[in-house]
DNA sequence: TGAATGATAAACAAGT
DNA sequence: CACTTGTTTATCATTC
């Protein structure tokens, strides 16, 4: 496992290998596939306009998702956890197993991101960047102080001595700063808000657009950037007149997190709130998040402070943002992360034994606050609704609603489950991850994170085309389905649209129809079906691995375990469920599950999996399709595995019918 | 090791 | 002529 999702993630993420020497030569020919397309991708479209390659951001802050996990990792070594569980289970980090078992040291943004499902990166990428925000906003405010103060005092000598000059030049310098100031807040609002990073409604707030500063790029960098956070900020960071106009664009888009974190009710306000707390203690009578007992509450330093007056300065003198600062902050963030797994933890646990006990947990989630995004709203089952199925949802609006919530539980859905090491689309696919479940669930991340998604073109077409409601979609809409569901698509369009046209055109799974207005693409479900069962239906081994990949997400208790360590609250919500499920499921016997698949089969092939699927073929398609048959080897076993092996009732449904189960 | 599958690149044709 | 849509071929990567 460690394996594929090591070569995996390479694969996947544009700055692998591959990538990069693609990136040197995006021209080169035929040169490469996978490795060509991550080059091209950064060469082609984005970086060519100083975009920065949102790829890029992402990575950016995939490191520090990474820093953060290596502490932890370390941490966890180190025995900062709880003793106890050392060796009986994996290591009770946040961190998948895999990751785990990996050197922290050697753990690559690339693999992070592959290593931790979406909610968990995003978990991750929210956390640090809250505190970052925080940091920025503070800093920001200094600036737009100290901007303000330069412009004062400007003014003042300005019009002292010089009437001659026409308005001094530096004034007006400053005049632009200030405006460029806001412009770039403005903008980095928007950024943020676009990814769902704040939800700063207007009321929020925290920091007025005003105060928020500018070069949210390098403070970022200074705040993040791996460990040499230092010096920059002097250097750089405080230099307001250096990068102004220049860096707005550029800072902006560099700095909007590519992960979106959408706005997670909890998650987000939780952070918000804190920030508020401490941005805002100004304002707050009396009291302050980092004083108390007349002593300064900042992590290590305990200063006796007789009032707030005289801590806010002491606050502002000992504790500005600067190196040690941060450093701290970020330990702060740690700690408290820990916190946060250790609650999962022992809610796991309650969990567990609720369910031991036949106590259905009223499920109170404790940790969903704390995690963040990450449990939230979970629970509500809603995975059910994730698609019902069969039918055409709503586009996307429609879906969009519920994932918010679910998403994090979601996470664990199966195919989540699999990606703990490496995924990738045919991971997922052989997973019999149900793309739509998945895409249900994490709809929001992957509309917002630049994150390439883990299903195939193949599989991404045909659930556009299937989410519609008469199931045929013209080019063109298919391609405006691709980068309103996946952030990821919203670039490198020449790469991923050229390979979407090759896929209509390759597949046979893809039927065009010639319609009134046009041409419009339709899937055969049955070719589709035939296409990877191959493996699984004849090969045992396929339906091994199947099944393996099931269990090893699901199934053992360690994972279990593991899930629930991982800091992701995983547990309750339906994925547990689905988990749970599943993995009961299996329990049942994996040998069973050879027979599964057998029975499987047997009901597959009398078996409606037709209907739905036939449906849609059947209307839409045209003769074309060459090849029909059906043949005796049904269909997907996949999919018919899917379906038993997953709990008919719920989520099933949805998969069963038309589409999901392609697994 | 080779086959299958998938991703990416690119050439090319036809239509708009 | 430029662009879009489709088709096809080639190459490379990954998995089994």
């Not at 005003?210 to 949210?216: E, F």
């Not at 009134?516 to 493996?535: F, H, I, M, N, S």
């Not at 045992?540 to 994972?559: D, E, F, H, R, W």
Request: with cysteine; proline share 7%.
């Amino acid at each position: 496992m460690m394996v594929e999702s090591a070569s995996e993630t390479i694969r996947s993420t544009p700055s692998s290998q591959n990538g990069v020497s693609s990136l040197n030569n995006p021209t080169d020919g035929g040169g490469g596939g996978g490795g060509g397309g991550c080059g091209r991708e950064g060469g082609s479209s984005g970086e060519t306009n100083g975009e920065m390659s949102p790829v890029e951001l992402l990575h950016f802050q995939q490191q520090q998702a990474l820093q953060v996990a290596r502490q932890f990792l370390l941490q966890q070594a180190t025995g900062l956890t709880s003793p106890s569980s050392n060796e009986n289970k994996q290591p009770a980090v946040q961190v998948p197993v895999s990751v785990a078992m990996m050197s922290p040291q050697m753990i690559t943004p690339q693999q992070m991101q592959q290593i931790l499902s979406p909610p968990q990166l995003q978990a991750l990428l929210q956390q640090q960047q809250a505190i970052m925000l925080q940091q920025l906003q503070e800093y920001y405010k200094k600036q737009q102080e100290q901007l303000h103060l330069q412009l004062l005092t400007h003014q003042q000598a300005g019009k002292q001595q010089a009437k001659e000059q026409p308005l001094g030049n530096k004034q007006l310098a400053f005049q632009q700063q200030l405006l460029q100031m806001q412009q770039l807040q403005q903008q980095h609002l928007l950024n943020l808000q676009r990814q769902g990073l704040v939800s700063l409604q207007p009321g929020q707030g925290t920091v007025p657009l005003q105060t928020l500063p500018q070069d949210l790029q390098q403070l970022w960098k200074e705040v993040t950037a791996t460990q040499p956070v230092e010096d920059n900020i002097k250097q750089e960071g405080l230099d307001l007149t250096t990068n102004t106009s220049n860096s707005t664009s550029f800072s902006a888009a560099k700095v909007s997190p590519p992960i979106s974190h959408h706005p997670l009710p909890n998650g987000q306000n939780a952070m918000l709130a804190q920030r508020r707390d401490s941005s805002s203690h100004e304002d707050t009578p009396g009291s302050h998040p980092l004083y108390g007992h007349g002593e300064c509450k900042w992590p290590g330093c305990e200063t006796l402070c007789e009032d707030l007056g005289q801590f806010v300065k002491h606050l502002n003198t000992e504790h500005a943002l600067d190196d040690r600062s941060t450093a701290q902050c970020r330990v702060q963030m740690q700690v408290v992360q820990q916190l946060e797994i250790q609650l999962a933890k022992e809610s796991e646990r309650l969990q567990a034994m609720m369910a031991h006990l036949h106590m259905r947990p009223s499920e109170p989630k404790p940790f969903s606050q704390p995690l963040n995004l990450v449990s939230s709203a979970t629970l509500s089952k809603s995975t059910s609704d994730t698609f019902p199925d069969g039918l055409p949802h709503p586009p996307t609006s429609a879906t969009a609603p519920i994932t918010p919530l679910r998403q994090g539980p979601s996470v664990i859905s199966s195919s989540t489950l699999h990606s703990v090491g490496p995924i990738r689309r045919r991971n997922s696919e052989k997973f019999c991850t149900p793309i739509s479940s998945e895409l249900a669930q994490n709809h929001e991340f992957y509309k917002n994170a630049d994150v390439r998604p883990p299903f195939t073109y193949a599989s991404l077409i045909r659930q556009a085309i299937l989410e519609t409601p008469d199931r045929q979609l013209t080019l063109n809409e298919i391609y405006n389905w691709f980068t309103r569901m996946f952030a990821y698509f919203r670039r490198n369009t020449a790469t991923w649209k050229n390979a979407v046209r090759h896929n209509l055109s390759l597949h046979k799974c893809f039927v065009r129809v010639e319609n009134v207005k046009g041409a419009v693409w339709t899937v055969d479900e049955l070719e589709y079906q035939k296409r990877r069962p191959p493996k699984m239906t004849g090969s045992p081994t396929l339906v091994k691995n199947m099944i393996s990949g099931l269990s090893y997400g699901a199934l053992n208790a360690s994972y279990q375990a593991a899930l629930a360590e991982s800091n992701f609250p995983l547990l309750n919500s339906p994925t547990m469920i689905n988990t749970s499920s599943t993995s009961g499921m299996l329990h049942v016997g994996h040998d069973d599950v050879s027979s599964t698949v057998e029975q499987v089969n047997s009901n597959g092939s009398n078996s409606p999996r037709l209907s739905p699927q036939q449906y849609s073929h059947q209307v839409h398609v045209k003769e074309e399709p060459t090849e029909t048959e059906d043949d005796s080897r049904p269909v997907s076993l996949m999919a018919t595995t899917n379906q038993n092996v997953t709990i008919p009732d719920e989520r099933d449904l949805e998969e069963e019918l038309p589409v999901e189960d392609l697994s």
